[in-house]
């Protein structure tokens, strides 16, 4: 069935260093990519999202690019602070009217060391 | 605040009690969302609603009922749980159904069953 795989499922980085999350997914009409962050007692909240006729998408610290060749995307959080610790998530979707699943990744928990 | 709040929100039940789990959203949105989520599981969805008609029911066991009075309130009715149904039940809901539609997701209930 569709799946979408996601690594690490824990990443440790010092405060200020870059972090990075991966995501590979099964479907190949997948052509929407959300990213959700997670913190401790709250729902997920989505970050960034980027659409399949797009490269990559920056918003100030945080970028996504997507290759949908080989059917990846990855996170990118630059200058690290320890309010980006956190469970994300990727998630694979179809822009299509009607359809309303989301493919899940299994998480990565990300903790920014000060 | 994501507009989207569950109540409960920690609830421990007996393998024999009857619950519920209730879910409020604020932002005037036609889609509502049911999720178990587990620990190292991608995100699990149990129901979809549009328009309070259910457009989804992921082979749920029939231990779990939702309701959906109207566009603004989701219920989930719990009965004879097992111990594994122990999960944190995220409730979101979006403008519409299509596949890029943000999902917001409320801050979940945070359920043990012994």
């Known amino acids: 069935g569709e799946n979408v795989e996601q690594h690490p499922s824990t990443l440790s980085v010092q405060e200020g260093d870059s972090a990075v999350i991966k995501c590979t997914y099964s479907?190949?009409?997948?052509?929407?990519f959300p990213w959700y962050k997670q913190e401790l007692g709250k729902g997920p909240q989505l970050i960034i999202d980027?659409?399949?006729?797009?490269g990559e998408k920056k918003d100030q610290r945080i970028a996504v690019t997507l290759n949908k060749t080989a059917k990846h995307f990855s996170l990118h959080i630059t200058e690290t602070q320890p309010e980006d610790s956190a469970v994300y998530f990727c998630?694979?979707?179809?822009?299509?009217?009607?359809?309303?699943?989301?493919?899940f990744g299994t998480g990565t928990r990300l903790k920014v060391l000060a | 605040e994501t507009g989207v709040t569950q109540t409960p929100r920690h609830l421990v039940m007996g393998m024999t009690n009857k619950k519920s789990l209730k879910c409020e959203q604020h932002?005037?949105?036609?889609?509502m969302y049911w999720y178990k989520q587990s620990a190292k599981k991608p995100l699990e969805l149990m129901f979809v609603?549009?328009?309070?008609?259910?457009?989804e029911n992921n082979s749920v066991p029939s231990r779990f009922s939702p309701e959906c009075p109207n566009s603004s309130h989701l219920f989930l009715h719990l009965h004879t749980l097992q111990p594994e149904d122990s999960a944190l039940y995220l409730c979101?809901?979006?403008?519409?159904?299509?596949?890029?539609?943000?999902?917001?997701f409320g801050p979940g209930t945070r359920l043990l069953v012994l």
């Open positions: 979101a809901s979006s403008q519409g159904l299509a596949g890029v539609e943000t999902q917001y």
């Open positions: 479907d190949s009409a997948s052509n929407y």
């Open positions: 980027i659409r399949s006729n797009v």
């Open positions: 998630a694979a979707s179809m822009e299509t009217s009607g359809t309303y699943k989301y493919i």
């Open positions: 932002l005037g949105h036609n889609a």
């Open positions: 609603y549009s328009l309070e008609e259910r457009v």
